[in-house]
Nanobody
Framework: QVQLVESGGGLVQPGGSLRLSCAAS????????MSWYRQAPGKERELVAG???????NYADSMKGRFTISRDNVKNTVYLQLNSLKPEDTAVYYC?????????WGQGTQVTVSS
């Protein structure tokens, strides 16, 4: 059974940092492209960053420089480091996996940036 379990979200002040984690199980993690998406209230889900099996990375233009995606193929975990957070970064952040067997989503973790 495929599972993607996000953690690390929470309430943070503007300018603060968070590290999100997504623990994967039920598939060959190292062979899957992993991504983080986010969805703010009233908005469509958007790509934040993706990391391919060979660790090629892409970021949404608006996320470059503040966010860093990484993966650990031993721990079957993908991370998203969020720095210099802004109120407009408030959203539910979702983990996504794409590979031969299909596409999978986690349940999401809430990030709220507020003073």
């Amino acid at each position: 059974q495929v599972q993607l379990v996000e953690s690390g979200g929470g309430l943070v002040q503007p300018g603060g940092s968070l590290r999100l984690s997504c623990a994967a199980s039920g598939f060959t993690f190292s062979r899957y492209a992993m991504s983080w998406y986010r969805q703010a209230p009233g908005k469509e889900r958007e790509l934040v960053a993706g990391i391919a099996p060979g660790s090629l990375i892409n970021y949404a233009d608006s996320m470059k420089g503040r966010f860093t995606i990484s993966r650990d193929n031993v721990k079957n975990t993908v991370y998203l480091q969020l720095n210099s957070l802004k109120p407009e970064d408030t959203a539910v952040y979702y983990c996504n996996a794409v590979g031969r067997r299909g596409e999978y989503w986690g349940q999401g973790t809430q990030v709220t940036v507020s003073s």
